[in-house]
């Protein structure tokens, strides 16, 4: 894999690898999640999450505490391909950013499509894509799928959860509050003071990151917005003086060692604590309502048409390349892995809906449904689709 990173070279290999492994255990916790929630033991499980520990409930920590380290880790890999990776020249952000928009655009419009009433607040629950399980479901054909996709499915993954983070603070945000938003406005100005003095220790940028979290958490702003902001001031230049392997800089050694806990335990207890759908109870209608089926769809039809079609778009009027060795019905297959929308989608599914759970629940439906449907025609695609590639050329 001819790769651009002179850093470290291994930095995105090491990322997929153990991104794969984490989607596959992010699929078997959300499978536990349905099981418990649609068995005698999820009253109890209701009630767990719903359990107050200290001033929130541990859904509450789980969704705003937890998901503030995702999101920091997210904020990570943003800014590490921005500056010195896959997405650090307009060329190579081209294809993927067009795809990502086309992305975002069509599921929200085939959403409202089911939703032009007072449930319209979900538009930008199937925009979303899961990049653990995406490139779960691309790990697992292995080299049957040129190199180019997989970076392309992680450059377009990477900038949809950017495009997340956009609408969570723009259209997600309740009634703000004032001094705390003052006091985080403060906090970020000594966070990019002390990036711009070279300080290359990470436990400030921890503490004061801590104290961000809680002044964002008390202003209306979603609280995992936090972890974006500490990411994007935490700094990529080297410790100065020591060029050996260990002193790798503070960005790398940060996202090193996030990587395990964030796939391995954040995200699955996130799952775990959010896919747990007790459709047993549901009324049938539940199952073909409105939010369902647009979430369902927007997810299916509207990721693979969005992202499709504005790549082809892209390729076709010259403004971006064909993702080297790749076909065109393995653009396709990619792409219907886009419709995979679990983590974000349901983060923003809570954040739609905050209180109603037959509407969280709906929108649960359509995630579990349109992810699974995308993710299976996706493998499959990818899995028949013909080589365009040379078989000896191992990329």
């Not at 086309?102 to 979303?128: D, E, K, R, S």
């Not at 990151?209 to 002044?215: A, D, N």
């Not at 493998?379 to 040379?390: E, H, T």
């Amino acid at each position: 894999m001819a790769d651009h990173h002179h850093t470290h070279p291994s930095a995105l290999r090491r990322f997929l690898a153990g991104q794969s492994s984490a989607g596959l255990v992010l699929m078997g916790t959300a499978a536990l999640a349905l099981a418990i929630a649609n068995s005698p033991l999820g009253p109890g499980y209701e009630a767990l999450l719903h359990a107050y520990v200290g001033p929130l409930s541990l859904g509450h920590w789980i969704n705003d505490g937890l998901m503030a380290v995702f999101f920091l880790l997210v904020g990570l890999e943003i800014k590490r391909e921005m500056l010195d990776g896959q997405l650090s020249t307009w060329s190579r952000r081209a294809l993927p950013g067009i795809a990502a928009a086309g992305g975002m655009a069509v599921p929200a419009l085939v959403y409202l499509a089911f939703n032009p009433g007072p449930t319209a607040h979900g538009w930008a629950i199937p925009a979303a894509t899961d990049i653990a399980f995406a490139l779960g479901v691309i790990s697992l054909l292995g080299r049957r799928v040129p190199a180019s996709l997989r970076v392309f499915l992680a450059a377009l993954a990477i900038i949809d959860d950017l495009g997340a983070v956009v609408i969570i603070a723009l259209f997600y945000t309740a009634g703000l509050s004032l001094p705390d938003l003052a006091g985080a406005a403060l906090v970020i100005a000594v966070l990019a003071g002390m990036n711009r003095l070279g300080v290359r220790a990470l436990t400030p940028y921890l503490l004061l990151g801590l104290v961000l979290w809680v002044l964002v958490l008390r202003s209306g702003v979603h609280a995992t917005l936090a972890g974006v902001i500490l990411a994007l001031t935490i700094p990529l230049q080297p410790t100065p003086g020591r060029p050996d392997e260990e002193a790798a800089s503070p960005l790398h050694r940060l996202e090193h060692a996030l990587h395990l806990p964030v796939g391995f335990l954040i995200v699955p207890i996130f799952g775990l604590a959010n896919a747990g759908v007790p459709f047993l109870g549901l009324p049938a209608e539940a199952l073909a309502a409105p939010v369902t089926l647009g979430v369902g769809l927007g997810l299916l039809v509207g990721k693979v048409v969005g992202v499709l079609g504005a790549a082809l778009l892209a390729i076709r009027l010259g403004w971006a390349d064909m993702p080297a060795y790749a076909g065109r019905l393995q653009l396709a297959g990619t792409a219907l892995l886009c419709g995979i929308g679990f983590t974000m989608s349901l983060f923003i599914t809570l954040l739609a809906f905050p209180g109603e759970p037959l509407l969280q629940a709906e929108a649960k439906i359509g995630i579990l449904a349109g992810s699974l449907v995308a993710g299976l025609l996706g493998y499959v695609v990818l899995r028949f689709a013909p080589k365009d590639w040379p078989g000896t050329a191992s990329r």
